[in-house]
């Protein structure tokens, strides 16, 4: 069940009254520490599970991760942070001052040293991008709780034939299964956004289908890319394919019907067909 926060004064953790918040790096803390305990609970954390935090803020999410799980990668891109991260003194976590959108995943996960959980309060800009460099890059990530825009959250958790169904809801079906577990007023934040958000987990399925998440990535991303087209025409535009081609080969489907009307098992089954 979603669980709905609003905003309390009482459990609110005093937010840093120095800091200079960088718009550009979409800084927006949570004060809640109801919150914080709330969003390591949907994450699932076992205390030997090592954790990737990326976008630690002053900390206070940090601190609850670490009280829970073996062993946190924390990063960080705001060097102006870097005295009160390092002053929380946390045994079991390593703050990393670098850009995790820019790294090379592989050095990320070298620092890890084994199958992980991602935690993270993220914003807008970098969202969807994140999502995919970990989702199509990486064998080791076993779940993914997320702090996001509730548009986002929505699109997210997506199924076929609503408006807010599209790429990123197909992807993230295909690596496993996403739900929202809480809506979090704007209140809760500082400096306080615009938009509400959501608290996503995604649990990673391995093998959920049979199918190469290179070819099945075409597939998808070929079927939208123009919405207001049949999935017939955008298939043949996108992939290089003659459409009668297609069509005999997917006789058993209405290619007469838009990409946001499929299912996730129906583009893995078209994969396999188109793609083999």
Request: proline residues 3%; neutral net charge; charged residues 30%.
């Amino acid at each position: 069940m979603t669980e709905n926060y609003k905003d309390k004064q009482a459990n609110k953790t005093p937010i840093m009254g120095t800091h200079n918040f960088k718009k550009k790096f979409g800084q927006n803390f949570i004060s809640d520490r109801n919150l914080l305990a709330a969003i390591v609970r949907d994450s699932n954390i076992e205390k030997n599970d090592i954790v990737l935090e990326i976008g630690a803020g002053e900390g206070t999410l940090t601190s609850e991760i670490s009280a829970s799980a073996k062993k946190v990668v924390s990063f960080e891109i705001d060097r102006d942070l870097i005295p009160t991260l390092e002053g929380l003194d946390l045994e079991n976590v390593e703050f990393v001052f670098e850009d995790a959108l820019k790294m090379e995943l592989k050095d990320i996960e070298d620092k890890l040293g084994g199958e992980y959980k991602i935690i993270a309060n993220l914003p807008y800009y970098i969202t969807t991008p994140l999502i995919f460099k970990f989702l199509e890059g990486s064998d080791k990530l076993k779940s993914m709780t997320i702090m996001v825009q509730k548009e986002v959250a929505e699109r997210i958790v997506a199924k076929e034939g609503g408006k807010d169904y599209g790429i990123l809801s197909v992807m993230i079906a295909f690596f496993g299964n996403a739900k929202i577990t809480r809506n979090v007023s704007r209140k809760l934040f500082f400096p306080q956004p615009n938009v509400d958000s959501a608290v996503v987990n995604i649990e990673i399925v391995k093998g959920k289908f049979d199918v190469p998440k290179e070819k099945f990535s075409r597939v998808v991303k070929a079927a939208f890319s123009m919405r207001r087209k049949t999935i017939l025409n955008n298939l043949s535009n996108a992939l290089g394919m003659d459409k009668k081609d297609i069509t005999q080969k997917l006789e058993n489907f209405d290619l007469s019907r838009r990409a946001e009307s499929f299912s996730v098992e129906e583009f893995a089954e078209i994969t396999k067909i188109l793609l083999g």
